[in-house]
């Protein structure tokens, strides 16, 4: 089996899905890692590929030996984004100014393509990824403060001396006992060198 890894921003919108989309699309990107058979395809001009799990779609880039989640959600989606490289398109004019027309899939190509290579661009300059076993705790509603304090190798103890906050408190915000004021999130989140929404 291949290593599986998230970005940050895979990991972040799994996160915000239902747990049951969440957990298709991840056991879906196991089973590529496994060499099953999945709903696959080469995304044109580019060296990712597009995993489709119903109507959520995953865009890969398979190295070697690991699976890189790049981009999770569902189809569809607005985009703010658009890159070259495709085929297939037509060029119209209307009322003297130029168009394009292309399918619909085309153009998710293109936007996938142009999403994953911002988001491989970033993590090639050193942006962290996520193991598979953070990304499955967490859409599995684990409490964050805990997993990404595990994840970090940190105990409650290191972490409350880093954050400044009392090891009693903290204890509380992981056991759900409360919720933690917004400035000692942030104090965790910089203790844990994560973004303040990935705690919150």
């Not at 491989?120 to 942006?127: H, L, N, S, Y």
């Not at 933690?180 to 104090?187: F, N, Q, T, V």
Request: glycine content about 8%.
């Amino acid at each position: 089996m291949k290593r599986i890894a998230y970005s940050k921003a895979a990991a972040k919108a799994l996160r915000k899905m239902q747990p049951k989309r969440a957990a298709a699309i991840v056991a879906k990107v196991e089973a590529f890692a496994n060499g099953e058979t999945v709903d696959l395809k080469k995304l044109q001009g580019s060296e990712f590929f597009r995993i489709r799990v119903g109507q959520d779609r995953v865009v890969i880039d398979d190295q070697t030996m690991q699976v890189l989640v790049i981009k999770a959600g569902p189809r569809g989606d607005i985009y703010n984004e658009l890159e070259t490289t495709m085929g297939e398109i037509q060029k119209l004019t209307i009322d003297g100014k130029g168009y394009v027309l292309l399918s619909e899939d085309d153009y998710q190509d293109l936007v996938d393509v142009s999403d994953a290579r911002a988001a491989k661009a970033r993590i090639d300059a050193g942006e962290e990824t996520w193991p598979e076993d953070v990304v499955k705790a967490l859409i599995a509603g684990e409490d964050p403060v805990r997993v990404f304090r595990k994840h970090r190798g940190m105990s409650i103890k290191e972490l409350a001396e880093k954050s400044g906050l009392s090891q009693p408190y903290l204890s509380e915000i992981e056991t759900g006992k409360k919720e933690g004021s917004l400035d000692a999130l942030r104090s965790i989140a910089s203790a844990l060198d994560v973004d303040l929404d990935d705690v919150a």
